[in-house]
């Protein structure tokens, strides 16, 4: 199976700060169709996960400008900027370029 | 407007076959594209992916749970199903059900429903 390395663990901000959250994969996430099946998602507390990025760089509808995602290969960041008070959770990245689909471990997102 | 919704048992003992189902609006898994996964959550914990049903039945399984999986749909009524043969207490979890489209996975989620293996 693919592991997916997620770090930190935990990542205190500041409200109105920057957070950045690496993901990296045990191999390679390039598809043989030349797409790379990347994903990011945020759990906010008791709720279910929500898709904020799919397939590297590309934000879901209705998901603000200041969640922004890139890399390649094996190595993945997601970006947060100006983060604001609904943007706490839980963040996972998902592989599903190989099967069986990984989640990363997650990193939780908490004021400073 | 998409929505999904899972409903168990609830409780169930270990040996027992847990059944799931997932009854879902704003969209049919008979359009081209459309695929419904099943992702399960022990209490805080991570997330794992557990099957997929696509809009054409093909499926897809994680070999982690060996062969006690088996995902269906109801197209008609637009549902999908999980059954988790000989349940224990790893099993205990919430399970969610999410749509998935070609390119986006997982973008819209059910509520979760919790499962518990006791005895």
């Known amino acids: 199976d693919v592991v997916m390395t997620q770090t930190p663990v935990s990542l205190p901000v500041s409200l109105g700060g920057q957070a950045s959250i690496s993901c990296r994969s045990s191999?390679?996430?390039?598809?043989?169709?030349?797409?790379?099946?990347l994903h990011w998602y945020l759990q906010k507390p008791g709720q279910s996960p929500q898709l904020l990025i799919y397939?590297?760089?590309n934000r879901f509808s209705g998901v603000p400008d200041r969640f922004s995602g890139s890399g390649s290969g094996t190595d993945f960041t997601l970006k947060i900027s100006r983060v604001e008070p609904e943007d706490l959770g839980d963040y996972y990245c998902?592989?599903?370029?190989?099967?069986?689909?990984?989640f990363g471990s997650g990193t939780k997102l908490e004021i400073k | 407007q998409v929505t999904l919704k899972e409903s168990g048992p609830g409780i169930l003992q270990p040996s027992q076959t847990l059944s799931l189902t997932c009854s879902f609006s704003?969209?049919?898994?008979?359009?081209?594209?459309?695929?419904v996964s099943w992702i399960r959550q022990p209490s805080g914990k991570g997330l794992e992916w557990l099957a997929t049903?696509?809009?054409?039945?093909?499926?897809g399984y994680n070999p982690s749970l060996k062969n006690r999986l088996t995902i269906s749909k109801d197209t008609s009524n637009n549902q999908a199903f999980l059954k988790i043969t000989s349940v224990d207490t790893a099993d205990t979890a919430i399970y969610y059900c999410?749509?998935?489209?070609?390119?986006?996975?997982?973008?819209?989620w059910g509520q979760g429903v919790m499962v518990t293996v006791s005895s």
């Open positions: 397939r590297v760089s």
């Open positions: 191999q390679s996430l390039v598809h043989s169709n030349g797409n790379t099946y």
């Open positions: 999410a749509r998935s489209e070609l390119g986006a996975p997982f973008d819209y």
């Open positions: 998902l592989q599903s370029t190989h099967f069986p689909l990984t």
């Open positions: 704003g969209f049919s898994l008979s359009t081209s594209g459309i695929c």
């Open positions: 049903i696509c809009w054409e039945d093909s499926k």
